[in-house]
Nanobody, 122 residues
Framework: QVQLVESGGGLVQAGGSLRLSCAAS??????MAWFRQAPGKEREFVAG????????YYADSVKGRFTISRDNTKNTVDLQMNSLKAEDTAEYYC?????????????????WGQGTQVTVSS
């Protein structure tokens, strides 16, 4: 049974940092990603990583500020978020897809976590 459990969300001031972690009981060959959804908005892609960790992709809005990484020995996928802005406030979700490639739309992912809230105060 596939399970994704996010942790690490919270309240932080603008300019601060948070590190999200996803404990993933998935095959190491799965592609992984982080998405986010703000109230009244659609779920949007934030960052993705291939099964090997050798390939990553970021939304333009977070490029240079966020870093996605994975540790297949620990079955974790992390999202380091620096220089946070008020517009980063959202529920953040970990997602997995059976194919190892990175996709940008939420309907191409097969499994989802419950989400963790990130709130950035300005």
């Amino acid at each position: 049974q596939v399970q994704l459990v996010e942790s690490g969300g919270g309240l932080v001031q603008a300019g601060g940092s948070l590190r999200l972690s996803c404990a993933a009981s998935v095959r190491s060959t799965y592609g992984m990603a982080w998405f986010r959804q703000a109230p009244g908005k659609e779920r949007e892609f934030v960052a993705g990583i291939t099964w090997s960790g050798g390939g990553t992709y970021y939304a333009d809005s977070v490029k240079g500020r966020f870093t996605i990484s994975r540790d297949n020995t620990k079955n974790t996928v992390d999202l380091q978020m620096n220089s946070l802005k008020a517009e980063d406030t959202a529920e953040y979700y970990c997602a997995a897809r059976r194919n190892s490639g990175i996709r940008l739309t939420y309907n191409e992912y097969d499994y989802w976590g419950q989400g963790t809230q990130v709130t950035v105060s300005s």
